[in-house]
T-cell receptor
Framework: QKEVEQNSGPLSVPEGAIASLNCTYS??????FFWYRQYSGKSPELIMS????GDKEDGRFTAQLNKASQYVSLLIRDSQPSDSATYLC????????????FGQGTRLTINP | DGGITQSPKYLFRKEGQNVTLSCEQN?????MYWYRQDPGQGLRLIYY???????QKGDIAEGYSVSREKKESFPLTVTSAQKNPTAFYLC???????????????FGPGTRLTVL
């Protein structure tokens, strides 16, 4: 089992709809979770971090965390064509050193 | 203007050559990381360093080497032993002091390496 798993997509959503991106992880002691957005040919950009169970909202983005189910998700409301990108889920693993483990990424396309 | 810089943006290497990719940060971050990304793939960790003069192998360290002589700098050398080096290389940094679990990681703009 991979440490962090995402559906690679592609996920296609009409403009104005809600895009839902999901991620599961295997390390039960992980405490910190991150979502990055990566446009084609560019480096990943941090868009959300979440540390506690429940929802965290920032503008059109909502991150949801359920540690019991080892599940983290990202909702994008009122999706715009500019949201079309690959979204990477990352989990902080602490095994002596601290490092982020990334999922494979979900490619999202918003259709006008 | 704080941030992470990588140079060059594009790099071409002939087979059998060693090349060094630069990564510099002025964020005063302790930890630095090197990742490799192949087309349509996720990020794979090559090397990481938590403090100056110390570094650890990641998941795909073979054919690569690093140094961490200064806090601000973490150069990556792609050696001739790396058989398939064509990829997008990303450097990242994050703080490790204080409430480490809240420390966020940021990426440089990347270097695209092509073997001719």
């Amino acid at each position: 089992q991979k440490e962090v798993e995402q559906n690679s997509g592609p996920l296609s959503v009409p403009e104005g709809a809600i895009a839902s991106l999901n991620c599961t992880y295997s390390d039960r002691v992980s405490q910190s979770f991150f979502w990055y957005r990566q446009y084609s040919g560019k480096s990943p950009e941090l868009i959300m971090s979440i540390y506690s169970n429940g929802d965290k909202e920032d503008g059109r983005f909502t991150a949801q965390l359920n540690k019991a189910s080892q599940y983290v998700s990202l909702l994008i409301r009122d999706s715009q064509p500019s949201d079309s990108a690959t979204y990477l889920c990352a989990v902080l693993i602490i095994q002596g050193a601290q490092k982020l483990v990334f999922g494979q990424g979900t490619r999202l396309t918003i259709n006008p | 203007d704080g941030g992470i810089t990588q140079s060059p943006k594009y790099l071409f290497r002939k087979e059998g050559q060693n090349v060094t990719l630069s990564c510099e940060q002025n964020l005063n971050h302790d930890a630095m990381y090197w990742y490799r990304q192949d087309p349509g793939q996720g990020l794979r960790l090559i090397y990481y360093s938590q403090i100056v003069n110390d570094f650890q192998k990641g998941d795909i360290a073979e054919g690569y080497s690093v140094s961490r002589e200064k806090k601000e700098s973490f150069p990556l050398t792609v050696t001739s032993a790396q058989k398939n080096p064509t990829a997008f290389y990303l450097c990242a940094s994050r703080p490790t002091s204080g409430a480490y679990s809240y420390n966020e990681q940021f990426f440089g703009p990347g270097t695209r390496l092509t073997v001719l």
